[in-house]
């Protein structure tokens, strides 16, 4: 029996349509059927494992799947999360993929008095990132206190939950229609493939050192 490759991505939301894309320009091919957890590739012995963004960093690090598609935020708050909790956080980065280009920013309402991050202190910032922001509040000496939501951020201050957030931001449009002004970028992000630390049998690793130079020529074609 051929050993399959297993790569976890996105199952939907801003980073399935673009990592499936980058899988078929690599010659990958797969008819994925919405209600499925797994996809069979029809050109490889891959599968592709469709899941919450969320769940690909722990599945890569404790060698569930052996490849993932995910964003750097999820993936270094996973990482910070697990180190902090005594779990493995091992992964091996292969390639930057230039899509899912976002920011994590510190933002306050336009109303606001804040004029630096010292202005933090003592008061409440609600995220879902709460690793990445205390590792930033730390490295800053600012002693706020972060509030963890799963959602809706953006409307913390004006629920009275925060005083400031902490969210990630492409355009700006959703800060700018909450009344909230961005004032500090504490981490950038895009999509990253990511491979698990142990070492893999011989087929799925020359299967994966197939892959990688098409990656480059993809990305490459799209420059
Ligand atoms: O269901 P699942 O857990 O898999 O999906 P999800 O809802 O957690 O994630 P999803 O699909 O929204 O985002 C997946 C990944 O896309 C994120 O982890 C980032 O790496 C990347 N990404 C890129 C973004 C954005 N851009 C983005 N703009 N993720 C979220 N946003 C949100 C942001 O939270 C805010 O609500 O879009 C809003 C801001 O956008 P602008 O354009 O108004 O600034
Ligand atoms: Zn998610």
């Not at 400031?164 to 990253?192: M, P, Y």
């Amino acid at each position: 029996m051929t050993d399959r490759l297993t790569i976890a991505i996105q199952k939907s939301g801003r980073l399935s349509k673009e990592s499936m894309a980058l899988l078929n320009a690599c010659g990958v091919k797969f008819s994925v059927n919405e209600a499925r957890l797994i996809a069979h590739s029809t050109s490889h012995p891959i599968d592709l494992l469709r899941v919450r963004d969320d769940d690909i960093p722990g599945l890569v690090m404790d060698g569930v799947v052996d490849l993932g598609l995910v964003g750097e935020n999820v993936l270094e708050e996973a990482r910070l999360e697990r180190i902090a909790t005594d779990s493995v956080a091992a992964y091996q980065p292969l390639r930057g993929l230039e899509f899912g280009q976002c920011r994590l920013s510190l933002a306050v309402p336009r109303e606001s008095q804040y004029q630096s991050l010292k202005d933090l202190d003592g008061l409440r910032v609600a995220t879902t990132y709460p690793q990445l922001l205390k590792r930033y509040l730390k490295d800053n000496g600012v002693n706020a206190r972060t509030v963890m939501l799963t959602g809706s951020v953006e409307v913390a201050p004006r629920a009275g939950l925060a005083e400031a957030i902490c969210d990630l931001v492409s355009t700006g449009a959703t800060l700018e229609a909450n009344g909230l002004v961005e004032k500090d970028v504490i981490f950038r992000s895009q999509a990253q493939l990511i491979q698990r630390a142990d070492s893999l049998s011989e087929e799925k690793q020359a299967m994966i050192d197939q892959l990688l130079p098409r990656i480059d020529g993809v990305q490459m074609a799209r420059e």
